[in-house]
């Protein structure tokens, strides 16, 4: 057995049910859980790992709920598109992916995502080209370290039949659900504190057929774990449900099943009061994406509502070709910002309620109540950041709205489980330079066409 004791933080933010803040905090963990929390002088003296945490803020790690890691491998590309023309330019180039590329974007898009203090991501892969699995992500994620929620994406309606994306990157149904089933069988682990966790996620309504949607939603229901898709992200897809199945998206998915507390949806820009007000109703969540709706210009989601109204809401960083960045602070920030801008109120969204949705939020929507918080019983994740830098300077009367409020720094500290992943601003598990060589090798070859 092996602890972990945190000591000394400046404020230690605890995320609980009272959202605790506590000065010269602290925390106590035994095998990757946390024991206690509280003011150094009440926790133990001693542990196997001690950690002096004077002069940082210390927050849970932070939850990512939608992503497509793949995409770190094009950004930039497409830069001035809506999404359906982004996707159309973006389908060919994917196209050219094998094993070896989904694997090593995954690994660059977690370890950006772990230095930017997220301890555990969703991914929503829905291409497997030339041989590539999802296995290939899981096995990344066991290598750097970062809690995993991997969902067996899938794309079945090809151009010839009037989906978005080109034959070629379609895939057959019935492939598809056999390989959805080998992935929870091999792969979910249900246990408190897992490690990988697999969910299934159709990838829209524009792609694959309302027949998998439904059988896709009698698999996870029979195995027990969650469903994903994109679902209301713009008003082209809007158009599109209405043309095709006479509804808008929300009430396409429910008709299929694809509603309750299992059930979250990425982006939902485009949704009105009544949908709102479902969405609470049936416990759905909702992967909320600022930077990639702003990037495509997609529209502003209504967050504001959805809280008010009870709805779970997270954030997620969506894909690097969408948002050209994983970093979840920045996110938080831009949540923040976004909020204010569409609604003209400075109050729209706090600091404080922004950092809540990146961790007890995308908890709750990835159906979690063993992380997102620093509290007795919980995994032992957390990131921490020093206060002593040019970005804090003048804002130390708040150490955590600095956090959000000021330039989103790389995270000093990221601790998984008990186990530390980056240790004073160094990822511990990969090389970053060799990994980087090689990511941009693959880069060029498949937007070249090489």
Request: cysteine-free.
């Given at each position: 057995m092996t602890t972990l004791l945190v000591r000394h933080a400046e404020v230690l933010v605890t995320m609980d049910d009272a959202r605790r803040r506590i000065p010269d905090g602290g925390l106590f963990a035994r095998d990757g859980v946390i024991e206690q929390v509280g003011r150094t002088e009440e926790l133990p003296r001693e542990a196997d790992?001690?950690?002096?945490?004077?002069?940082?803020?210390?927050?849970p790690g932070m939850v990512n709920t939608h992503h497509h890691l793949y995409q770190t491998l094009t950004r930039v590309i497409a830069q001035n598109a809506k999404l359906f023309d982004w996707l159309r330019t973006l389908y060919p180039i994917w196209a050219r992916m094998d094993a070896e590329a989904v694997y090593v974007s995954a690994l660059v898009g977690?370890?950006?995502l772990i230095r930017s203090g997220c301890t555990t991501t969703s991914d929503?892969?829905?291409l497997f080209p030339n041989g590539a699995k999802l296995d290939d992500e899981i096995r990344a994620a066991q290598e750097i370290?970062?809690?995993?929620?991997?969902?067996?994406?899938?794309?079945?309606?090809g151009e010839s039949r009037g989906g978005l994306p080109p034959d070629s990157v379609v895939e057959d149904e019935e492939a598809i659900l056999k390989d959805m089933q080998r992935v929870i069988e091999a792969y979910h682990d249900p246990k408190p504190y897992a490690m990988c966790r697999v969910a299934l996620a159709p990838c829209s309504p524009f792609s694959v057929t309302p027949d998998l949607m439904r059988e896709a939603a009698a698999?996870?229901?029979h195995y027990g774990v969650m469903l994903h898709t994109h679902l209301a992200e713009t008003r082209d897809e809007e158009e599109y449900c209405l043309a095709r199945f006479g509804k808008r998206p929300v009430a396409f998915a429910a008709d299929l099943g694809w509603e309750g507390p299992d059930v979250w949806f990425a982006h939902m820009v485009h949704v009105n009061r009544e949908e709102i007000a479902a969405l609470a109703r049936t416990g759905v969540g909702v992967a909320h994406c600022p930077t990639s709706n702003m990037r495509l210009a997609s529209g502003v989601a209504p967050i504001r509502a959805m809280l008010d109204q009870g709805v779970k809401v997270g954030l997620g960083v969506d894909g690097s070709a969408s948002n050209d960045s994983s970093h979840m602070l920045a996110e938080v920030r831009q949540a923040m910002l976004l909020q204010r801008v569409a609604l003209e109120r400075p109050d729209a969204l706090t600091a404080e309620e922004a950092l809540w949705l990146a961790t007890r939020g995308g908890a709750a929507v990835l159906g979690r109540d063993d992380i997102g918080q620093l509290a007795p019983g919980k995994a032992a994740d957390f990131a921490a950041w020093r206060l002593d830098r040019l970005d804090y300077?003048?804002?130390l009367h708040d150490p955590v709205a600095a956090l959000v409020f000021c330039q989103p720094r790389p995270a000093d500290w990221?601790?998984?489980q008990g186990r530390v992943i980056v240790q004073e601003g160094h990822l511990l598990p990969v090389e970053e330079g060799r990994l980087i060589e090689q990511h941009n090798r693959?880069?060029?070859r498949i937007v070249r066409g090489e």
């Open positions: 790992l001690v950690l002096d945490a004077r002069g940082m803020v210390v927050i977690m370890a950006e929503h892969l829905y370290g970062i809690r995993f929620h991997a969902t067996r994406g899938a794309m079945s309606l698999m996870a229901r300077a003048g804002a990221v601790v998984v693959i880069a060029r």
